[in-house]
């Protein structure tokens, strides 16, 4: 072999090599695709899923140019209870789960505030406050788990199938289903008993007579079939703070947030928060309310608003939740009293658009 053509050979191999080597980069590019194991307990029709998951995803993935991709796991697809999705994140079942945190009752305490009686008239106020609050005095209880945007609902009210309560007296000895712990208390300090459960259960129990109402919020309206399995709305007076709220976690394994590139990392970040959190309250709830009312007009069902004078009876009947909230954070070091304040004001600050 001549000089001449052992230069060439050698430019050919440094070539290959050169070939092989952006090969193999764009094969790592190729593999640098993130797809994010999204879980949640509703089914995939369920307004949680069409207007907050869905559309989440679908804004991330084209903010990275498709890089960075959801596989959506509804209705508790990857194993396991409603109670557990926390965990589920936390140990990296899933990448980002939904969920309500409170199903796993007593973990969540100081958080638990916005799930006491008549807090928010919106879930867009509200779930602002919820973000800014967690964030300034509750995120402890969140480790392991990087929160993308909380919210709260537009507020339960109650649901019944074949009774029509309309005072305080009328609820006496009803078999209602609860939420969460909080939840459950207030509907005791009403005189009604509850029964706690998680939404997937309510059609079951509802048509079964397991239960003789429910307590839930117009927006999951869809996901249980509301329209058709209850046909009497017992509500507050228009404009005024429901019987009770429930806390919302859209969040992701630590660990995975962390493991992204910047830029990635950045697309998750320009998509959680507190703007995030107010688009959740707002598109998620406070939007959906008018269409699933409407469904339940249109099923024929009995709509009643408590008069003024009988919410406050309301009110009165459940001071005694707020004192036992308050007690159990003061038992475990913190100041409940000056906490609730706090929630109250931050919810007025952001329904005054502060």
């Not at 509500?235 to 709220?245: I, T």
């Not at 429930?246 to 910047?262: E, K």
């Amino acid at each position: 072999m001549t000089q001449h053509s052992k230069t060439l050979f050698r430019a050919g191999k440094v070539l290959a090599a050169l070939a092989l080597g952006l090969t193999a980069a764009a094969a790592a590019r190729a593999d640098d695709k993130v797809i994010l194991k999204v879980a949640h307990f509703l089914p995939a029709t369920s307004s949680a899923q069409i207007n907050l998951i869905q559309p989440w995803c679908d804004k991330i993935a084209q903010e990275s140019n498709q890089r960075m991709t959801c596989q959506i796991y509804p209705a508790m697809q990857l194993g396991g209870t409603p109670a557990q999705l926390f965990d589920q994140a936390k140990d990296g079942v899933a990448d980002i789960i939904w969920t309500v945190p409170t199903y796993a009752a007593g973990r969540f305490v100081k958080s638990e505030v916005f799930e006491l009686p008549w807090i928010a008239v919106k879930a867009e106020a509200g779930s602002q406050a919820l973000w800014e609050y967690v964030n300034k005095f509750a995120l402890d209880e969140f480790k392991g788990v990087h929160p993308i945007f909380m919210h709260l609902h537009d507020g339960a009210l109650f649901h019944f199938s074949n009774k029509q309560p309309k005072t305080l007296e009328d609820l006496k000895g009803l078999k209602i289903r609860a939420a969460t712990r909080s939840n459950a208390r207030t509907i005791e300090a009403l005189g009604a008993v509850p029964v706690q459960m998680p939404l997937p259960a309510v059609p079951e129990a509802l048509s079964k007579g397991v239960v003789d109402g429910v307590t839930v919020p117009w927006e999951s309206a869809p996901a249980i079939k509301l329209a058709e399995i209850a046909n009497y709305h017992f509500d507050v007076p228009e404009g005024a703070p429901r019987l009770s709220n429930t806390i919302f976690l859209f969040g992701m394994n630590q660990a995975r947030y962390d493991s992204l590139p910047a830029d990635l990392k950045k697309v998750i970040d320009d998509n959680s928060g507190l703007k995030a959190s107010a688009w959740a309250g707002r598109v998620g709830f406070d939007e959906v309310i008018p269409k699933f009312k409407a469904q339940a007009k249109a099923a024929g069902n009995q709509f009643y608003d408590m008069p003024d004078a009988e919410y406050q009876r309301f009110v009165e009947a459940t001071r005694g939740v707020s004192q036992e909230w308050i007690k159990s954070v003061d038992a475990k070091g913190g100041k409940g009293a000056e906490l609730l304040a706090v929630a109250r004001n931050m919810v007025k600050s952001h329904a005054a658009g502060h």
